[in-house]
């Protein structure tokens, strides 16, 4: 099986497309720690200027865990966008290639090729994904430095302190690649229906931007599918940085305000995996080849 799997990561990381996404997510970053280390303060002024008369925060607001947080809730929105365009295209490529007859023909069978190519995909997501992890936490806090986190939330603020930030980053991130996998699983369940590239990765990205929308309105007639929808979970990584408070209203230290609500989207989503790519395998393996 690794044998497989090698093979198809050679194929993944010798195409030009498979670069963009690294160099997409480094530019937007990039752009964006610049302009907060050039117009900071200007930043900082603005996210306080509501509480300033009625709270009095002490230390440097603007620090490498703030600009990672903001990084996560612009980025992780499109970079499901970036990720279809590989898994999308690792069946449908070949068929479009007239390739797919070929690596059928081998002793291993349509089941464990299909496997070998989602593991491949699935590897080209996580990586991307650590590589997203360093440029907005690690570099961010090597130009920013480090300090107690502070968000504001809709009608409250949250503050973490500097020695329970990181755990919550790696929930956060790994809560991410599952939500990420989801979106490879459904790239390569397009994949496997259509016989070129185009479809599958425009379908993956219209199914995304469609499935957003259902989720984000809060409309009644919604309100029952909106649970099942694997993109209402997709965001719920900000939950890690939500605490639980005492009688005192204190925050506590070490906890998570809705652990439950983690657990149930990471249940959603990994069902989700399993459905996209047990359907991958079905279609594949009764798939006729023509070409």
């Keep these: 099986m690794w044998k497989l799997i090698s093979v198809e990561l050679y194929k993944i990381y010798k195409r030009p497309r498979t670069y963009i996404a690294f160099g997409a997510i480094a530019a937007l970053i990039v752009v964006i720690q610049l302009g907060l280390k050039i117009d900071g303060d200007a930043y900082a002024g603005f996210l306080m200027k509501d509480i300033n008369d009625t709270l009095s925060v002490e230390g440097k607001i603007l620090n490498g865990y703030l600009i990672c947080y903001i990084l996560l809730q612009l980025l992780l929105v499109h970079v499901p966008l970036l990720v279809a365009l590989i898994a999308a295209d690792m069946i449908s490529g070949e068929a479009n290639l007239g390739t797919l007859r070929l690596i059928f023909t081998t002793p291993y069978s349509r089941t464990q090729w299909v496997m070998a ?31 107690d986190l502070f968000l504001m939330k809709s009608n409250y603020v949250v503050l973490i302190t500097e020695g329970d930030v990181m755990w919550r980053y790696v929930g956060a991130f790994v809560f991410a690649a599952f939500a990420l996998m989801t979106v490879t699983s459904l790239g390569f369940l397009m994949s496997s229906l259509a016989n070129n590239s185009i479809g599958p990765i425009v379908g993956t990205m219209s199914a995304i931007v469609f499935l957003t929308i259902l989720s984000t309105l809060n ?17 719920n990584w900000k939950e890690f940085f939500d605490l639980q408070v005492n009688a005192d209203n204190e925050a506590i230290k070490g ?15 990994t069902l989700h995996i399993i459905l996209f790519v047990g359907a991958s395998v079905l279609i594949v393996k009764k798939k006729d080849i023509l070409s």
């Design 117 to 147: 190519k989602f593991i491949a995909a699935s590897t080209y997501t996580i990586l991307l994904l650590i590589w997203l992890a360093f440029l907005a936490l690690f570099v961010s806090i090597w130009i920013f430095g480090t300090d």
């Design 255 to 269: 906890s998570i305000l809705n652990i439950a609500k983690i657990k149930n989207s990471l249940i959603v989503l």
């Design 219 to 235: 409309i009644p007639l919604f309100s029952l599918i909106k649970p099942y929808l694997f993109t209402t979970h997709m965001n």
